[in-house]
């Protein structure tokens, strides 16, 4: 039993040592093209499996054994303080879950902070002899020359995959974002120089042809990673380069005297890459540096003011580019600092900084036009790794990072002179990629690669160290006889031994199934975390597939995120695509049930965070829809939910223009424009906004903002006919004809069959008296549609003007026969008849047209049949058509002046005087009604 024991726990030391060495090759290289996080979760995953494979087994060897040596280092205390405050930020965080498991895309939560220590002790554990770190460090190498070499086939167009993001000069290898290709090259290439130093590794062999060739490999390794860095153009990663890798090179060069020839080889490749590298434009880190400078600042064009801009920007940001990271990255910091005000001692949380970051950033920064709208992209983490600590888990958790740090520098350099010269050496290789990860990170962040790289290097001085020292000078032989004194006198390690019975064997290993069941169930939650990113992406990609067809997208694609949601219900980013889908599909169909379907995700995600801006937005965009389209009172709550999301995340275009819509639909035009205009600085090319701004402001009446819009619209999309057609309505309201006759020859030019634009420089003609051009304008527009009868007729009216009364006649004879109940055009013929002295046929018409729509309310047609009758003294019909007139408007002016005409000729003089005193009531400066009371008066008189 016992030497079966033996044998197992031997078996388990290997595969454990194997799958350490695979966990820092896997991670950086894995991804899955199959998820929609391609780069983040692949790697995370791969990262809690091996790491529950390396803990299985750990502790499988632990109950194999009946000493357990646990190797202690002067870091332990720091590091229970460091974990120990990461698990109280966890669970005071604002959102417990989100630390637990972390952001989606970054999953830098306590779960993955539990893996990198984790691996920090297995190795210092596991690597305890030389030939172990030398195979972890070829392990490291390895998965950076691979990376590398894939970085560089990007670079030339040798990919296999088509990736959205790419672009050629900034390679991203397969961790999906060049800086953090970049961070990981610049921690491993100090490591790859040492050991081309170092070279043979191991002294009692001879310098032969094998070691030789091995040199020259270790040679071009560094050099192949030098050049994919270059690759990536990041400045951090540059800057921290400098500050690891230079100082490295510089001690070898003046400490190492034999080594100078290798040193200014290598320094000489380097120095040629780099210039090499920098005289080409899209790789030239300087030009990135220089690009990020703004000497001066170019104002918009057109500008909104900014005088009412309350929050002053420091003096430095006018020294960036607007758009260069160094700009957002001062707002950054100044709105982490409000964060650290808030929530100064344990923090938010880890990894829930994109619940409050826009909040607090609206606190610092307000976009002005001259920015050309909001700059900076959605941000969950603080690109400083000290405020990004101390907004996460306060000033106590940067304390335990700094004493962290602190104690690993002091024991490297407590010991440190007592290594020997290729120990030192390895040593000062692995602290430079230390160096160089901290420096990179206040200037960036770090994710499950480099992290995981981090803590095993950091593993790695220790072993160092400690075999180079003889604390674990006991080889594995004696230690499995029962160890020697000298271990115990040696302080690094801690032996637990308790009596063999069979009580302990059964505790020990029923302890062991517990765990081991516990780490399986652990291992099915995280496939299934995976499964579900798999789910959503393939939905997602059905959707993509036949998004010309919404609704058959949706019930094709739905179901499999639905199932993404079953598999993982802690994920809001699911919830809020399944949301948009069912808002989107709601839309098109006007079905209640998508819109319930939408309310109850919407809701879901707010109970997983409460201040979502997304959950407020889509709640928002659904009472919107119930006011819009079927007429229910939700426009006060919908107002509520977008103002909830507002304050969440107050640089987002389209909550503040859906917002604006709201307010228009109240007719709070003021509101509404300060909306649009919000949506409008933070994004200057949203089309829709700027056109928009320019109807309310015209609206208003303020022309002069009206047609600073309009003419932006116009500059935003030059193609777009419905701009220049806004532009001209403007200006003509303006009084600036020219320039809207040109405006609407512009939209005319860029869709010549749309009417409206035809109709509307029809009546800018007919304004200015060009009746010429109104009528040619007219005829176009018949020609594009003869059926409309308000084209004929109109055409009607212009020809009457131009005294062309048969073409006039012909054109409101169409318009009848199209709309034969239309009064007005029954009126224009019989007007234009009796003009023409064909007073019978327009009485005729007018005759037909009262008995076939008796109940018309067209005041003008009584008139009109008044003045006929009137003419051949019919005074009964006279009289009958006013009273009718009069009925449809009480204030016809003509119906009471021809009833008094009535009255006078048949001598009832009382009653002309009384409608001819109305007539002048409502016309007082009516020449022939006064002219009828004189002589009316005459009659009384007499």
Not at 885 to 897: G, H, L, R, T, V
Request: charged residues 20%; proline residues 3%; glycine residues 6%.
């Amino acid at each position: 039993m016992k030497n079966s024991l033996e044998t197992l726990s031997l078996y388990c030391e290997k595969v454990i040592i194997g799958f350490l060495l695979a966990t820092v090759v896997i991670v950086p290289l894995f991804f899955d093209i199959r998820i929609y996080s391609v780069f983040d979760l692949s790697k995370v995953t791969v990262l809690y499996l091996l790491t529950a494979i390396l803990l299985a087994f750990w502790i499988i060897l632990a109950a194999c054994k009946q000493r357990f040596t646990f190797i202690r280092t002067a870091l332990d205390v720091p590091i229970l303080a460091y974990a120990g405050v990461f698990i109280i930020s966890t669970i005071v965080s604002i959102n417990p879950l989100m630390s637990l498991f972390g952001t989606y895309k970054r999953f830098e939560g306590l779960t993955a902070t539990v893996c990198y220590l984790f691996l920090f002790y297995a190795t210092v554990n596991f690597i305890t002899t030389r030939k172990r770190i030398f195979l972890l460090i070829t392990a490291i190498l390895a998965s950076a020359i691979l990376a590398s070499c894939y970085g560089i086939a990007q670079h030339l167009g040798y990919d296999m995959f088509r990736w959205s993001s790419f672009e050629a000069r900034r390679v991203f290898s397969t961790f999906g974002n060049p800086v953090f290709f970049s961070a990981y090259l610049v921690m491993t290439l100090p490591i790859a120089t040492v050991l081309f130093f170092l070279i043979p590794f191991r002294q009692e062999e001879s310098p032969g042809s094998k070691s030789s060739c091995l040199g020259w490999i270790f040679f071009v390794v560094p050099s192949v990673m030098y050049t994919a860095f270059w690759l990536t153009n990041t400045r951090a990663c540059f800057v921290a380069l400098l500050g690891g890798l230079a100082p490295l090179l510089f001690f070898i060069f003046k400490k190492e005297t034999g080594k100078r020839g290798k040193c200014a080889a290598l320094i000489t490749v380097f120095v040629l890459i780099g210039i090499f590298f920098n005289v080409r434009h899209e790789t030239s880190v300087i030009k990135h540096f220089t690009a990020d400078v703004q000497a001066t600042e170019a104002p918009a064009d057109d500008p909104v003011s900014d005088n009412g801009q309350t929050l002053k920007r420091p003096w430095i940001a006018s020294k960036f580019s607007v758009t260069g990271s160094s700009f957002s990255r001062i707002f950054q910091y100044l709105a982490a600092l409000r964060i650290i005000k808030d929530y100064p001692v344990l923090g938010i949380g880890p990894d829930t900084i994109g619940i409050l970051y826009q909040k607090n950033l609206a606190k610092v920064y307000a976009v002005r036009e001259r920015d050309h709208g909001f700059p900076f992209p959605r941000q969950d983490r603080i690109h400083n790794d000290i405020l990004d600590i101390t907004v996460t888990r306060g000033i106590i958790g940067l304390g335990t990072y700094i004493w962290l740090l602190t104690a690993f520098g002091a024991f490297v350099g407590k010991t440190y002179k007592r290594l020997d010269g290729r120990s030192k050496l390895l040593v000062l290789g692995l602290l430079a990629g230390i160096v160089c990860y901290l420096i990179q990170n206040e200037f960036s962040f770090g994710n499950t690669p480099i992290v995981s790289l981090f803590w095993v290097m950091l593993g790695l001085c220790i072993a160092v160290i400690k075999i180079n020292e003889g604390a674990l000078a006991v080889d594995v032989r004696n230690a499995e006889a029962g160890g020697s004194c000298e271990e115990e006198k040696s302080g690094y390690a801690q032996s637990f031994i308790l009596p063999v019975s069979r009580l302990r064997i059964s505790l020990q290993w029923t302890g062991c199934g517990i765990a081991l069941a516990a780490l399986g169930f652990a291992s099915v939650f995280i496939l299934r975390v995976y499964r579900a990113d798999a789910c959503f992406e393939y939905g997602r990609r059905i959707m993509e597939y036949e998004k010309e067809n919404l609704l058959t997208a949706a019930e094709k694609g739905a179901p499999y995120i639905r199932h993404a949601v079953f598999l993982n219900p802690y994920e809001t980013f699911y919830r809020d695509e399944l949301c948009r889908t069912y808002l989107h599909v709601a839309l098109k169909t006007n079905h209640e049930t998508w819109i319930q379907k939408a309310y109850t995700e919407a809701q879901n995600t707010l109970r997983l965070i409460p201040e979502h801006f997304m959950g407020f937005f889509h709640l928002g965009m659904i009472h919107q829809f119930l006011s819009d389209r079927y007429g229910k009172n939700t426009t006060d709550s919908a107002i509520a939910w977008y103002e909830k999301a507002i304050d969440a995340d107050p640089f987002q275009s389209v909550f503040h223009s859906n917002l604006a819509s709201l307010y228009s639909k109240k007719g709070a035009t003021d509101q509404a424009i300060e909306e649009l205009l919000k949506a409008y600085l933070i994004r200057q090319d949203d089309l829709n906004a700027v056109y928009r701004l320019a109807s309310a402001y015209a609206q208003k009446g303020d022309l002069d903002h009206a047609l600073i819009f309009a003419r932006k619209s116009v500059k935003l999309n030059p193609s777009d006919p419905a701009s220049y057609n806004n532009l001209g309505a403007i200006l003509g309201k303006m009084g600036r004809y020219e320039e809207a006759i040109h405006a609407f020859r512009g939209a005319i030019e860029r869709e010549p069959k749309e009417p409206m634009y035809q109709e509307n420089l029809a009546k800018l003609y007919l304004s200015l008296g060009n009746l010429t051009e109104s009528i040619s304008c007219y005829e176009k527009l018949i020609d594009l549609n003869p059926s409309v009868a308000d084209y004929h007729n109109n055409l009607g009216v212009m020809y009457q003007k131009e005294e062309m009364r048969d073409h006039a006649i012909r054109s409101f004879q169409k318009a009848i026969a199209l709309r034969p109940d239309n009064p007005l055009y029954t009126y224009n013929l019989a007007d234009t008849l009796v003009r023409k002295g064909q007073y019978a046929e327009a009485k005729q018409i007018l005759q037909t047209f009262t008995k076939s729509y008796p109940k018309h309310a067209f005041a003008n047609i009584h008139i009109l049949l008044a003045e006929l009758y009137l003419k051949n003294a019919d005074w009964d019909k006279v009289a009958s058509e006013c009273e009718q007139a009069i009925q449809c408007d009480e204030k016809s002016i003509a119906a009471y002046k021809f009833l008094s005409i009535m009255y006078y000729n048949r001598h009832q003089y009382e009653l002309a005087e009384k409608t001819a005193q109305k007539t002048l009531a409502l016309s007082p400066g009516d020449q022939e009604a006064q002219d009828l009371l004189v002589k009316i008066s005459n009659k009384i008189r007499r």
